[in-house]
């Protein structure tokens, strides 16, 4: 590996040690066995480089979103069972100890304090949206409409991002897979809480 890639790596440990905001230059050039010129020449600037190290490792972590890409999802594109499937995968690797969701609530809160990293990670965005698309609804990447990316993909980051907040602050009361599934369903039917009532 080059400095490029140990930079990238010693970033990604660095995060899920200390996080974004306590994370120091230095701290990246000695967990890398690199030097403080190298995060300068390779990514221009910490923050940078911190923002290209967490989009990398959400990017691996969405692997399991699919089923970890050793297999095909069980389930029909676009069908509420896919949407159950995929749920199930990504709350999965929000029970993990020390899951890196966190560093999303992280990025969130400190934002203002760290607008270069904001300004990298909103830059990240758009790509999340677009594959959270095909994992949902199949297909490849380069070929989802700007238009479905704006809607359906932002649809379900805010569903992604709201989930994570939940499954932060209170893992106990955080919605499963089969409960966002019976709301999506009962949001689509149009559905009242008097006819739930009624039954």
């Not at 691996?60 to 999802?73: R, Y």
């Not at 199949?138 to 499954?167: C, H, I, K, M, N």
Request: net charge negative; proline share 4%; hydrophobic share 40%.
């Amino acid at each position: 590996m080059g400095h490029r890639e140990d930079l990238l790596e010693g970033a990604k440990r660095c995060l899920l040690q200390k996080g974004f905001a306590r994370t120091t230059a230095r701290d990246i050039v000695k967990e890398s066995g690199t030097n403080l010129a190298s995060i300068g020449y390779h990514y221009g600037s910490k923050d940078a480089l911190l923002a290209q190290a967490y989009v990398a490792m959400v990017g691996e972590l969405s692997d399991a979103f699919d089923g970890g890409g050793t297999a095909e999802l069980a389930s029909a594109p676009g069908s509420i069972e896919r949407f159950r499937e995929v749920w199930t995968n990504i709350i999965a690797t929000m029970k993990e100890p020390d899951s890196l969701w966190r560093l999303s609530m992280e990025a969130l809160t400190m934002g203002d304090r760290l607008p270069e990293l904001r300004d990298h990670l909103a830059l990240a965005q758009r790509g999340s949206d677009r594959g959270l698309v095909t994992v949902f609804m199949g297909g490849r990447e380069e070929d989802v409409p700007e238009e479905t990316v704006d809607t359906l993909g932002r649809f379900y980051s805010t569903l992604l991002l709201g989930l994570v907040a939940q499954w932060t602050f209170n893992p106990a009361g955080a919605p499963d897979a089969e409960a966002l599934t019976e709301g999506l369903r009962r949001a689509a039917a149009g559905e009242r809480p008097a006819e739930r009532a009624g039954e």
